[in-house]
């Protein structure tokens, strides 16, 4: 006889898996810290390591500072032929101004003369030293056109009206020349001082 094979019954109600609830779901991820919080001594600690890293700066020296008010001026560099133009193109467009607010004053045009001959020599570029203290005497006699005597009005009158304020201010002429050359020449120590120590300073190759 066939024996039909039956399975034993299971005895008691079968246990189903029931749904957790969403806050049984979210407790476990809601009891873990999202990130870390900063503490209130997390923020002072922050401040002091920023005051103590600013306290350790040193101060900016004087020659730092002064570089700095250096920076902020007009510091154009101009070639011989540059400085020579600039300071002729000055001096005639204060001539013009003299002749037309001081009645071509020459003593006003020489004391104007000397603050442009110390603006040539100072912006004129290092290779270019030399040059200041000889286009300047030109600019001065360029300029001397519009504030010297005509006399009869022709090209001779002019001429002896330019010599004769060449003469008659002669100190100004000097005096504006002296300050150009004597400018060039702190500039030019100044530089050998810089390339010198450059030299000191670079390291035995």
């Keep these: 006889m066939e024996q039909h094979r039956t399975r034993p019954a299971q005895y008691g109600p079968r246990r189903s898996r029931a749904a957790l609830p969403p806050q049984g779901r979210g407790g ?3 009891g873990r810290p999202v990130g870390r919080t900063a503490g209130p001594g997390a ?5 002091r390591a920023a005051g103590g890293r ?16 250096r920076r902020t001026l007009p510091n154009p560099r101009l070639t011989g032929l540059g400085s020579g133009l ?9 001539g013009y101004l003299d002749a037309l607010l001081f009645g071509a004053s020459p003593t006003v045009y020489g004391v104007l003369f000397v603050p442009v001959c110390l ?13 200041a203290p000889v286009v300047v005497p030109i600019a001065f006699a ?11 009005g022709g090209l001779g ?14 100190g100004w002429l000097y005096g ?7 400018t060039v020449i702190v500039r030019r120590i100044r530089l050998v001082r810089r390339r010198r120590a450059a030299a000191r300073n670079r390291p035995p190759g």
């Design 119 to 131: 603006l040539t020599a100072v912006w004129v570029r290092r290779g270019d030293l030399l040059t």
């Design 157 to 170: 009158g002019r001429l002896m009206g330019i010599v004769t304020a060449l003469a008659t201010e002669a």
């Design 54 to 69: 600013q306290a350790g700066r040193p101060a900016p020296s004087s020659a730092a500072r002064e570089a700095g008010a």
């Design 43 to 47: 923020g002072g600690g922050t401040a």
């Design 86 to 94: 600039f300071c002729a193109a000055v001096m005639v467009v204060l």
């Design 28 to 30: 476990a991820a809601a």
């Design 142 to 152: 360029v300029g001397l056109v519009t504030v010297a005597e005509s006399g009869d």
């Design 176 to 182: 504006g020349t002296l300050v150009a050359g004597s």
